[in-house]
C-alpha cells in the first residue's frame, strides 16, 4: 500500500478515534439524547396548526337574526367561544391575552340582515399577527356561511355560477408536524455533523496529541478519514433513530424509499463534516470551535433554510443569502422523500449543490490543516 493511504495504519488510526468517542459520554449525549429531545420538542411542543381560537361575543341586538348568527360561530369548529358581553367588559380580557378576538354584532343588525345585508365587527390583537388574520378571515367565513344559509332558507339564494374545490395534495389534513419533523432531522444531522466534527482536531491541540500524531508516517488524507468516518457513522445512526421515531411514534408518513433518505443524508454531511473539520482545524479550541458551529451552522438552519420560516417571504438581500446555507438544499428534499416519495428531478440539483459545498469545505479543512501538520 502507498505510503499516503496505508490501510494498516488507517485502521490503527481509525480504532483510536473510535475508542476516543465510545469514551467521551458527552458525544453520545449530543448524537441521541438531544435529538429525540428536539424531535419531541418540534413533534408536540412546537404547533403551527390553527386549532379553536378563544373568542368572545358582543351582541347588542335582541334580533332573532343576532341571535341566529351568535349560534353560528358558538357551533363553529374555529372557535371556541369563552364569554360574552359588553365590548367595555370584554376588553381587558383581549388586553390580558385570555382570548384572541372580539365579535361585536351591532344593534340594527337584524333589520340590516332583513334587507340582505349585515355587518358585523372583528376586534383582534394585532401584537399577534398570525391569529388576528386567521380569526379576522374565519369570522368572515363563518358570517358568509350563515349569510347563504339564512338566504336559502328564505328562498332568496342566488346561484353561485363558480364553486371552488380545495384540495391539498401529501397534506391533506395540513398538519404541520409532517413538515416540522422531517426539517427537525436536519436540524439533527447539522448539529451532529458540524458541531461534534469542530471539536476533533482542536481537541487534540488542546490535549497535546496532536504533537504525538505528527512523528508518526501518517498521511493527510488518513488523518482527514479517520476524522470524518466515525462521525459519519455517528449521524447516519442518530438520522435514522430519528426517521424511525417521527413514524412510529409521530406519525409521520414515509412515502420515499430508505435508499433516496439515505443518499440524500449522505450528500449533506459531506458539506457538514467539511465545515466542522475546517472551524475545528482553524481554531484549534474546543470552545471556540463550538460557538463558531453554532453560529455558523447551527442559527443559519434554524433560521435561513426555510425549516420554520418561509424563504420567500424573507426580504430579497436574505433570500440571497439562504443560498449560501447548505441546509437550505437539504430540507425540501427530506420532506418530499417523507410526505411525497422519490423525486429525483428535485433530488438531483439540492444533491449537487451540497456536494460542491462539500469539496469547497474540505479542500478548506485541508489547506488549514496542512500549515498545521507539517
Same mark, same amino acid.
Do not use: C
Given at each position: 500500500m502507498s505510503d499516503l493511504f496505508n490501510a494498516r495504519r488507517?485502521?490503527?488510526?481509525?480504532?483510536?478515534?473510535?475508542?476516543?468517542?465510545?469514551?467521551?459520554?458527552?458525544?453520545?449525549?449530543?448524537?441521541?439524547?438531544?435529538?429525540?429531545?428536539?424531535?419531541?420538542?418540534?413533534?408536540?411542543g412546537v404547533n403551527l396548526d390553527t386549532a379553536q381560537s378563544r373568542i368572545a361575543i358582543s351582541n347588542q341586538d335582541n334580533s332573532a337574526a343576532a341571535q341566529s348568527l351568535a349560534g353560528a360561530f358558538q357551533s363553529s369548529r374555529f372557535f371556541e367561544v369563552v364569554t360574552t358581553g359588553a365590548v367595555s367588559r370584554l376588553s381587558p380580557e383581549l388586553v390580558a391575552g385570555r382570548i384572541r378576538g372580539i365579535v361585536v354584532i351591532p344593534d340594527g343588525f337584524g333589520r340590516q340582515a332583513a334587507?340582505?345585508?349585515?355587518?358585523?365587527?372583528?376586534?383582534?390583537?394585532?401584537?399577534?399577527?398570525?391569529?388576528?388574520?386567521?380569526?379576522?378571515?374565519?369570522?368572515?367565513?363563518?358570517?358568509?356561511?350563515?349569510?347563504?344559509?339564512?338566504?336559502?332558507?328564505?328562498?332568496?339564494?342566488?346561484p353561485v355560477p363558480i364553486q371552488t374545490d380545495a384540495r391539498y395534495w401529501f397534506n391533506p389534513e395540513l398538519k404541520s408536524r409532517y413538515n416540522l419533523v422531517p426539517g427537525s432531522i436536519a436540524v439533527v444531522m447539522t448539529m451532529v455533523g458540524t458541531l461534534l466534527t469542530a471539536l476533533v482536531i482542536a481537541r487534540e491541540w488542546e490535549r497535546g496529541t496532536l504533537e504525538s500524531i505528527m512523528a508518526t508516517p501518517?498521511?493527510?488524507?488518513?488523518?482527514?478519514?479517520?476524522?470524518?468516518?466515525?462521525?459519519?457513522?455517528?449521524?447516519?445512526c442518530s438520522m435514522t433513530l430519528c426517521t424511525v421515531l417521527a413514524i412510529t411514534v409521530?406519525? *409521520? $408518513?414515509? +412515502?420515499?424509499?430508505?435508499?433516496? =433518505?439515505?443518499?440524500?443524508?449522505? #450528500?449533506?454531511?459531506?458539506?457538514? !463534516?467539511?465545515?466542522g473539520l475546517f472551524i475545528s482545524a482553524v481554531t484549534k479550541n474546543q470552545f471556540v470551535a463550538s460557538q463558531v458551529a453554532l453560529l455558523s451552522a447551527f442559527l443559519p438552519t434554524m433560521l435561513l433554510s426555510g425549516?420554520?420560516?418561509?424563504?420567500?417571504?424573507?426580504?430579497?438581500?436574505?433570500?440571497a443569502i439562504t443560498?449560501? *446555507? $447548505?441546509? +437550505?438544499?437539504?430540507?425540501?428534499? =427530506?420532506?418530499?422523500?417523507?410526505? #411525497?416519495?422519490?423525486?429525483?428531478? !428535485?433530488?438531483?440539483?439540492?444533491?449537487?449543490?451540497?456536494?460542491?459545498?462539500?469539496?469547497?469545505?474540505?479542500?478548506?479543512?485541508?489547506?488549514?490543516?496542512?500549515?498545521?501538520i507539517a
Open positions: 488507517f485502521g490503527a488510526m481509525l480504532v483510536k478515534e473510535s475508542l476516543q468517542i465510545v469514551r467521551d459520554p458527552s458525544t453520545f449525549l449530543i448524537a441521541f439524547v438531544l435529538p429525540v429531545l428536539l424531535l419531541f420538542l418540534y413533534g408536540y334587507q340582505g345585508g349585515g355587518d358585523i365587527q372583528v376586534l383582534t390583537d394585532g401584537s399577534s399577527p398570525n391569529s388576528a388574520s386567521f380569526i379576522g378571515g374565519y369570522a368572515e367565513g363563518v358570517r358568509a356561511t350563515w349569510a347563504a344559509a339564512r338566504a336559502s332558507d328564505h328562498g332568496a339564494a342566488k501518517v498521511g493527510m488524507a488518513e488523518f482527514i478519514a479517520t476524522k470524518v468516518v466515525p462521525y459519519f457513522l455517528l449521524a447516519l409521530f406519525g *409521520v $408518513p414515509f +412515502r420515499g424509499s430508505p435508499f433516496a =433518505l439515505f443518499v440524500i443524508a449522505t #450528500a449533506f454531511l459531506f458539506p457538514a !463534516l467539511g465545515q425549516f420554520l420560516f418561509e424563504i420567500s417571504s424573507m426580504p430579497k438581500p436574505i433570500q443560498y449560501l *446555507v $447548505p441546509s +437550505r438544499y437539504l430540507i425540501p428534499q =427530506l420532506q418530499t422523500v417523507f410526505i #411525497a416519495g422519490d423525486d429525483w428531478r !428535485l433530488f438531483a440539483p439540492n444533491i449537487a449543490a451540497l456536494i460542491g459545498f462539500g469539496l469547497l469545505f474540505f479542500i478548506l479543512a485541508v489547506r488549514a490543516t496542512k500549515r498545521r
